[in-house]
C-alpha cells in the first residue's frame, strides 16, 4: 500500500457543478495535510491546509477523518479555472519535516 | 519577492554525466526538500533537510547526494545521471514544524540520454 492515495481521475463534470476527492495516508501517527493545485507544466501551489475539525474557503471544503485515515476535498459550483490536478499532502508519521505526495487528481471542468 | 529559486530550468544530460542542482529561498524557512515528479504522477520525495545542518532520505534516494550548503541553500547532485532519472525537479522550502505548507521552485526539467 502507498504511503499517500489519491484516485487519478480524471474527473470531468460540468462548469457549476460539486466534486469531492478523497485522500487516503497510511500511517496514523501523521498530523499535518494539506490539499495543494498544480496546473499543467507549473509548481504545486498550496490550495489550503486541512485542520482537524474542517475548513472552508470560499467555494473549497476539507476535511479530516482520522478514524479512517483520510481527508477531503469539495469543491462547490466548480469554474473552469478550476481546472487542475490536486495533490495531497500528509507529514509522515511523526516527522513533521517529512512531507509526502499522493500522485493527483485530475480535474476537467466543461463548459 | 524571489520565494525559491531553482537553476537550472532545463537541462539535457548524458548517461554517467554528474550534474549539480541548486536551490536558494529567501524566506528564512528552516526546512527544505527535492522532489521529482514524473509524467503523470505526483511528487515523489528524493531528500529534505529538516532545518541546517540535517538531512534525511526521502522515499526515492537512490542515485543522488543532497547538501545544506547553509540555511538558504539545498543542492541537489546527480554523481552519474541515468535515463531513470529524467524528470521534473522540484525543490521547496517550509518554515518546518507541524502544519506548516511547502513553497515550491519553478522546477528543473532534466533529460537524460
Known amino acids: 500500500r502507498k504511503e499517500v492515495e489519491q484516485d487519478p481521475g480524471p474527473f470531468n463534470v460540468p462548469e457549476g457543478a460539486t466534486v469531492a476527492f478523497n485522500c487516503t495516508y497510511s500511517?496514523?501517527?501523521?498530523?499535518?495535510f494539506f490539499w495543494y493545485r498544480q496546473d499543467c507544466r507549473k509548481e504545486p501551489k498550496l490550495l489550503m491546509s486541512?485542520?482537524?475539525s474542517g475548513n472552508e474557503d470560499g467555494r473549497f471544503t476539507a476535511q479530516l477523518n482520522r478514524a479512517s485515515q483520510y481527508i477531503s476535498l469539495l469543491i462547490r459550483d466548480s469554474k473552469l479555472s478550476d481546472s487542475a490536478t490536486y495533490l495531497c499532502?500528509?507529514?509522515?508519521?511523526?516527522?513533521?519535516?517529512?512531507?509526502?505526495f499522493g500522485s493527483g487528481t485530475r480535474l476537467s471542468i466543461r463548459p | 519577492n524571489a520565494g525559491v529559486t531553482q537553476t537550472p530550468k532545463f537541462q539535457v544530460l548524458k548517461t554517467g554525466q554528474s550534474m549539480t542542482l541548486q536551490c536558494a529561498q529567501d524566506?528564512?524557512?528552516?526546512?527544505m526538500y527535492w522532489y521529482r515528479q514524473d509524467p503523470g504522477m505526483g511528487l515523489r520525495l528524493i531528500y529534505y533537510?529538516?532545518?541546517?545542518?540535517?538531512?534525511d532520505k526521502g522515499e526515492v534516494p537512490n542515485g543522488y547526494n543532497v547538501s545544506r550548503l547553509n540555511k538558504r541553500e539545498f543542492s541537489l547532485r546527480l554523481e552519474s545521471a541515468a535515463p531513470s532519472q529524467t524528470s521534473v525537479y522540484f525543490c521547496?522550502?517550509?518554515?518546518?514544524?507541524?502544519?506548516?505548507?511547502?513553497?515550491f521552485g519553478d522546477g528543473t526539467r532534466l533529460s537524460i540520454l
Open positions: 524566506m528564512n524557512h528552516n526546512s
Open positions: 533537510s529538516a532545518s541546517e545542518g540535517t538531512t
Open positions: 500511517n496514523s501517527a501523521s498530523q499535518s
Open positions: 499532502a500528509v507529514n509522515w508519521g511523526s516527522s513533521a519535516s517529512k512531507i509526502i
Open positions: 521547496a522550502s517550509s518554515e518546518g514544524g507541524s502544519a506548516q505548507p511547502q513553497h
Open positions: 486541512v485542520y482537524s
